[in-house]
């Protein structure tokens, strides 16, 4: 059968709420689907944040649903900048409140957040059922990571229902709660057991869809394998491994259209590969932006990202002072970890004109460092598939990259055989270490200072394409797999 009707259930959506990769691949892979003439819907929590941007949006059902003591509305709009119908779960007392998503103003952890995600999935539910939205029920529901794992088991116990997909962004993040909150959820007892939801006498709201979905996906085909073993299992291995024949890794595609150095207009002078000059100009202006001396012939290295450890900033604090001694400069533009931001903080006071350091997120900035740095710096420990290595890519901006998930899949290093055969667009290292981080750096600089070589790895790197096209059918097939199996 022909998959016709997705609804695409995730807890944020670029643009309208972001926090990680979660929200650019929401709020591109439906509009890619939608390109493939596929009648896609995104449902979405109401956060405060979110309905302050959409006032206009008109209320289309209201509704309620089981341990929630109000009425709900659902809203319904278009997903800015593109023809995506979307839909607001609106529960005033769970999501029209201060902070973000997940965090209240100090970054602490909703204590609700579990009453609050098992609401959104059952309105999933309910809206699958075609309970809400009696004209529509879609053949396919895709969740996104624990917040809508939920909605996956309570979906597994209808008889005639949609298929159900649950794609893993980032296993580390698991929804896990004490025993005592399935009992407040007032969940079907059945649900509690170790081949269900319950995990080490804990809830776990992620393995409601890494059990009960029909297919499971993650984000690139090499972190697919890597979540099957104990270094990045995060202690579901066993699990993944048992349901390996249903786990599919499909890359994640780059919005091309928001990253685009041609069209970008977040950047003062637009380039592509055919007319660089652009690119030289971008990097002064980001060398001023950060109070860094205009050095044409300086290595300019950027940096965007949460800081973490998982991230490999300790790393990268570890191998700065030799990276230092070296005719370089380093932009970073992150926020997370208060330990990594001082580190960060005090290493940029100890090379001044060196190191230009933002704390926090800037949209246009993170498009700025792209387009103006020559070399992209991701050490991450584990990275399940990773964006901006592909947005570095496309800007002609090489990235220096750790050997694992997406990283792997998406970047070449520079050998002497990839470089024979022009398939190289990188660097890579092995090992998450300083020693190998700086050793790859120092590969980088030194191919910097060799203009053909590096013209060609520009090229070379800008030539790839990593759209959401190719990974948009991919996920297609697995619909139709799904349906075939709910059915």
Request: with cysteine; net charge negative.
């Amino acid at each position: 059968m022909a998959i016709e009707k997705i609804l695409f259930a995730t807890s944020e959506a670029h643009p309208l709420i972001k926090t990680g990769g979660l929200a650019d691949v929401s709020g591109s892979l439906p509009a890619a689907l939608n390109a493939l003439d596929k009648d896609v819907r995104i449902i979405l929590p109401a956060y405060r944040t979110v309905l302050d941007s959409c006032r206009d949006w008109k209320p289309i059902a209201h509704f309620e649903l089981p341990n929630v003591n109000e009425p709900v509305r659902l809203l319904e709009g278009q997903l800015p900048g593109t023809t995506v119908l979307t839909w607001l779960v609106d529960i005033p007392s769970l999501f029209d409140r201060e902070g973000g998503p997940y965090h209240d103003a100090n970054g602490l952890d909703w204590s609700d957040n579990a009453q609050r995600f098992t609401a959104f999935c059952r309105a999933i539910e309910a809206i699958a059922c075609a309970q809400i939205v009696p004209d529509w029920q879609p053949d396919i529901v895709h969740c996104n990571d624990w917040q809508t794992g939920l909605a996956a088991a309570l979906l597994s116990q209808h008889g005639e229902r949609p298929g159900t997909v649950f794609t893993i962004h980032n296993l580390a993040y698991q929804g896990l709660y004490p025993a005592s909150t399935f009992a407040e959820l007032q969940l079907t007892e059945n649900f509690w057991s170790m081949h269900a939801l319950e995990f080490h006498d804990q809830l776990s709201m992620i393995k409601g869809g890494l059990v009960f979905a029909d297919m499971l996906s993650t984000v690139s085909p090499t972190y697919a394998r890597e979540i099957q073993t104990p270094d990045f299992g995060c202690g579901l291995e066993a699990l993944l491994r048992h349901r390996q024949d249903r786990l599919l890794g499909i890359l994640n595609g780059a919005d091309y259209e928001a990253w685009n150095p041609l069209k970008d207009p977040y950047i003062e002078h637009p380039y592509d590969a055919n007319k660089l000059a652009g690119k030289a100009q971008n990097k002064a202006a980001l060398q001023t932006a950060f109070a860094l001396a205009k050095k044409p012939r300086t290595a300019v290295i950027g940096m965007i990202s949460r800081l973490a450890e998982q991230k490999g900033f300790d790393l990268l604090l570890e191998a700065l002072p030799g990276i230092m001694k070296k005719n370089v400069q380093l932009v970073i533009l992150g926020s997370g970890d208060k330990k990594i931001e001082q580190g960060l903080r005090d290493a940029s006071a100890s090379y001044p004109g060196k190191i230009g350091l933002q704390i926090g997120y800037d949209e246009a900035l993170s498009h700025r460092i792209e387009a103006g740095a020559d070399i992209f710096l991701m050490p991450s420990r584990y990275e399940p598939c990773g964006l901006n290595q592909i947005y570095s890519l496309r800007y002609g901006t090489i990235p220096v990259v750790h050997r694992t998930g997406g990283l792997a899949d998406t970047v070449v290093d520079l050998t002497p055989i990839s470089q024979a055969n022009h398939t190289a667009n990188g660097f890579v290292f092995d090992e998450a270490n300083a020693s190998d981080l700086r050793a790859a750096v120092f590969r980088a600089l030194e191919c910097y200072r060799q203009k053909n070589v590096w013209r060609e790895l520009v090229a070379q790197a800008m030539a790839v394409d990593f759209s959401w096209n190719s990974s948009a059918r991919r996920y297609l097939d697995l619909y139709r797999i799904a349906y075939e199996l709910s059915h």
